[in-house]
């Protein structure tokens, strides 16, 4: 069951898709929904999704569609009507969804080691971020300090950016909290009952913990960086 805000959303995206063929961008969703902020409107997509009710198409930050409407989940949005057999009619091209460059604000949770351990500092500030960059779920970011992971292309003073999840497979980078205290950014590998967390630089030597020593905070999700 969809609460009356996802609902309102829903109703707002299919609505703008029919008269337009166009999504509606970020700014429109959250005015129409009457909400403070954009990231408001990410939580209310991100549950739409995994709920299945709407998709985002690949490779364009506006690009939404609608599967199934809530009273009805199993008819999905009706496709053009055809003009008829004997008709002259030619149905006028779809209008494609059109890229925008909507952006979202997550929580900026300070620095975090790409070297040995340091702690991740947990702050009020937030970060925008292009809206194409995220996917479904939570995120935040966490700046990056240190030069381990460079092999992997993540630098120092890079933002990454994390989905938060407390789960991740072999070969992930994750955000991993060492004893409880400290959170290093690295590679993840379970070997012999232990948790291995590998840089990528040479420089650097695995770290290897028990099981009960390490706890998955999330998974890089993207990176942002900036140029002086």
């Given at each position: 069951?969809?609460?009356?805000?996802q609902?309102?959303l829903?109703?707002f995206?299919?609505t703008?898709l029919e008269e337009?063929?166009i999504s509606p961008?970020?700014?429109?969703m959250k005015?129409?929904?009457?909400?403070?902020?954009k990231?408001?409107?990410?939580r209310l997509?991100s549950?739409?999704?995994?709920?299945?009710?709407?998709?985002?198409?690949p490779?364009r930050?506006?690009?939404l569609?609608?599967?199934?409407q809530?009273?009805?989940?199993?008819n999905?949005?009706?496709?053009a009507?055809?003009?008829?057999?004997n008709?002259?009619?030619?149905?006028?091209?779809?209008?494609?969804?059109?890229?925008?460059?909507d952006?979202?604000?997550?929580?900026l949770?300070?620095?975090?080691?790409?070297?040995?351990?340091?702690?991740?500092l947990e702050?009020?500030?937030?970060l925008?971020?292009?809206a194409?960059?995220?996917g479904s779920?939570e995120h935040?970011?966490l700046?990056v300090?240190?030069?381990?992971m460079?092999?992997?292309?993540?630098l120092?003073?890079d933002?990454?950016?994390?989905?938060?999840?407390?789960?991740?497979?072999d070969?992930?980078i994750?955000?991993?909290?060492v004893?409880?205290?400290e959170?290093?950014l690295?590679?993840l590998?379970?070997?012999?009952?232990?948790?291995?967390?590998?840089?990528?630089?040479?420089?650097?030597?695995?770290?290897?913990?028990g099981p009960?020593?390490i706890?998955v905070?999330?998974?890089?999700?993207?990176?942002?960086?900036?140029?002086?």
């Amino acid at each position: 069951m969809l609460t009356r805000k996802q609902h309102e959303l829903l109703r707002f995206i299919q609505t703008r898709l029919e008269e337009s063929g166009i999504s509606p961008s970020f700014e429109e969703m959250k005015e129409a929904l009457d909400l403070k902020s954009k990231s408001g409107v990410h939580r209310l997509i991100s549950a739409l999704e995994e709920r299945g009710f709407i998709r985002r198409l690949p490779n364009r930050a506006r690009a939404l569609e609608v599967l199934r409407q809530p009273e009805d989940a199993t008819n999905k949005p009706a496709a053009a009507r055809p003009a008829p057999a004997n008709s002259n009619e030619t149905a006028a091209p779809r209008a494609m969804p059109e890229p925008a460059n909507d952006v979202i604000e997550i929580p900026l949770h300070g620095r975090i080691a790409a070297g040995v351990p340091i702690e991740a500092l947990e702050g009020q500030a937030t970060l925008p971020v292009p809206a194409a960059l995220l996917g479904s779920g939570e995120h935040y970011a966490l700046e990056v300090s240190g030069d381990s992971m460079v092999d992997a292309g993540i630098l120092d003073g890079d933002f990454a950016l994390v989905k938060r999840t407390n789960t991740a497979r072999d070969g992930e980078i994750v955000v991993a909290l060492v004893r409880g205290e400290e959170a290093t950014l690295k590679y993840l590998h379970r070997d012999s009952g232990m948790v291995r967390l590998d840089p990528a630089n040479a420089a650097y030597e695995p770290q290897v913990y028990g099981p009960d020593e390490i706890e998955v905070q999330g998974k890089l999700a993207g990176l942002l960086r900036r140029y002086h």
